[in-house]
């Protein structure tokens, strides 16, 4: 149609056209409305006096605040620990070809999942109630339950155990996603089923399983909050101690949570580049750093030469 | 082609052949799709097995290394009953580690090439021989370098399997075989996933191989391979070996009925 008028303009014309950008009115209005929200939110924040900023900073390098912060890590790196290695060895079990051992994994998942954590945590606590001594079965060995939970073995033993119910689904996807291909070209080779799960199946089903144990990891974080109750001094339940004292409550939940959200984000950096690690030979390329990726950004877009969109 | 394919070629001497299925029984539950298969590949033969698909030759090339368990009949490698122990008249099935022990000598490449995608092309074929040869770093590398060379591809070893082409990627596959030193090899149709343009390069790496003197059975729709480097093709059909011969008088001259109808539509 544009075809059939254009030859009536004269061919000087072409270079007179030029191409006006579409409005996106929407846009700007949104972009307005949230910079707005956030500039109210960042007001109340600076002009509630409840929040009690003066307060927060006199407690956010306190000892026992830094104290506390070590043994949720700690805790989080223990208990991490325990349900990485018990849920790799619940995975296998469960794609084991024996009925009995895919049973008993399956019950351990469905117990420990279908339970809420803080009432592990409480029977935990509470074992010697249940158990006054323990014997393993074995004569001879007699150990009193309440010298041997202590809160903090309560702790691990409640988030590790209840940990690996999760971990065993996480890495059970992880080996499934797998080809099937792989484990018949490693038995092809006469690699036994053991070496070949180690070096052929597990690396390559990281690729799988390190993105939600990220965000396991993350979770079991602020999970060790939950410890609080059976009274095991981390991060929150020392600043619980403080504010019983002085009753400045928001100020110390604000302190707990700063260090929170400070360690989550390093952690988040952690698993970025744990992720491009086991990228290997998945893609073609690994994916960008945030540096590369904003050193391309720069080389795109350079303000000074306006080279635009060439490479 | 370098001397080291010719180095791991297998001696022709011995008299006893190096594959020997004797009625080969195997179902996929209600479905039989070996009806009992008697083959036999002497030391240093070529054979072709060749079907429409469906037709069992997959399976069957399976069997022989123990991918696949059997229901009937007793698969002979070199000598031994493959995956089970003979006693008297009762076949009991092999430990799994026994079983490895036995698939060292049998190098396979798959339709899919199977390579470790996390694994470099070098370390790709030095996996195995440190794994279950207990290796050294120094002696497997030496003599993986080679075979890439052999196959062309000295300067990929540093390469990941993604960055290389399906034709590339199969002969990385052919160069991990070969680096346990296998006594035969098995190929399942090693060229039915690659693009047009590079069958050839892979089947030259082949027809290379087959010159070294290496026993070889390869499950193939390129009747051309089959007649220049075979010495013996296999036609099967419906879990039946229905024809064999010299490549020649099969492809060029079959004389089953069903031979000739399923050259007709592949040639």
Redesign the interface.
Known sequence: MTLMTEPKKTAAAVDEYSIVKARHPGRWISAAVIVLLGLLLARSVVTNPNFGWETVGMYIRDVSIVRGIGITLELTAVCMLIGIVLGVVLAVMRISANPVVRTAAFAYVNFFRGTPVLVQLLFWYNLAALYPSITFGIPGVDLDTNAMITPLTAAILGLGLNQAAYMSEIVRAGILSV?H??S??????????L?TMR??IL??AMRVIIPPTGNETIGMLKTTALVSVISVPELLYSAQIIYARNFETIPLLMVASIWYIVVTSILSVGQFYLERHYA?????SLPQTPWQQLKRFMRVHDPLTLKGAKK | MSATILETGATATAPAPMIKADAIRKSYGRLEVLKGIDLQVQRGEVVCLIGPSGSGKSTLLRCI?H?ETIEGGRMWVDGAVMGYDLKGTKLHEQP??KI??S??E???V?Q?F???????VLENLI??PR??LKEKRSSATARALSLLESVGLADKAKA????LSGGQQQRVAIA??LC?RPKVMLFDEPTSALDPELVGEVLKVMKDLAATGMTMVVVTHEMNFARDVADRVVFMDDGHVVEQGPARDVIGNPQHERTRAFLASVL
């Open positions: 080809e291909g792989q018949e070209a490693a038995g092809a080779l006469g690699i036994n089923r070496q070096r052929i690396p390559q290997r030979g998945g893609q073609r | 290394n991918l799994h580690a490895c022990r698939r060292v049998i190098g396979m798959f899919h199977n390579l470790f995608p996390h694994m470099t996996e195995a794994l279950v990941y399997p993604r960055q991990r075989a346990m």
